[in-house]
């Protein structure tokens, strides 16, 4: 394999760099939206009157997250930002590996007792 990287200028490689950094950000504030939104469909999206926040652990899969600081980063403050202050005191986001299988086979089970439920009514 030719690799053409190194006959590129300074000049193009910063912008392929602030090229990769913005559509990194913008793939990371998505997932915070995502992640805001079940947490919202939860209702854990707002602490309780007068009831401590039971604590929120989402669990992240993917060489991105888990080597691409800029990106975790970007997406913990966004989830920061959606959620507000208090809020996000009790919302932890961690690598996971193979969390994307656990979470195959979690979303698999669920819908096989959907489909249980659905039957005998």
């Known amino acids: 394999m030719n690799s053409?990287?190194?006959?590129?200028?300074?000049?193009?490689?910063?912008?392929?760099?602030?090229?990769?950094?913005?559509?990194a950000t913008?793939?990371?504030?998505?997932?915070a939206a995502g992640i805001y939104g079940i947490l919202k469909k939860i209702g854990r999206d707002m602490p309780k009157d007068g009831e401590?926040?039971?604590k929120s652990v989402i669990a992240m899969d993917g060489g991105l997250f888990?080597?691409?600081?800029?990106?975790?980063?970007?997406?913990?403050?966004?989830?920061?930002e959606l959620l507000g202050e208090e809020a996000s005191e009790s919302v932890e986001v961690i690598h996971s590996n193979d969390g994307s299988g656990v979470g195959a086979a979690i979303l698999a089970a669920s819908h096989s007792q959907y489909l249980e439920d659905s039957e005998t009514n």
């Open 4 to 23: 053409q990287v190194p006959t590129t200028s300074l000049k193009i490689r910063k912008v392929v760099i602030s090229l990769c950094n913005i559509i």
């Open 66 to 80: 888990e080597h691409y600081t800029q990106f975790s980063e970007c997406m913990e403050s966004s989830l920061n």
């Open 26 to 31: 913008r793939g990371a504030r998505l997932s």
């Open 52 to 54: 401590t926040q039971e």
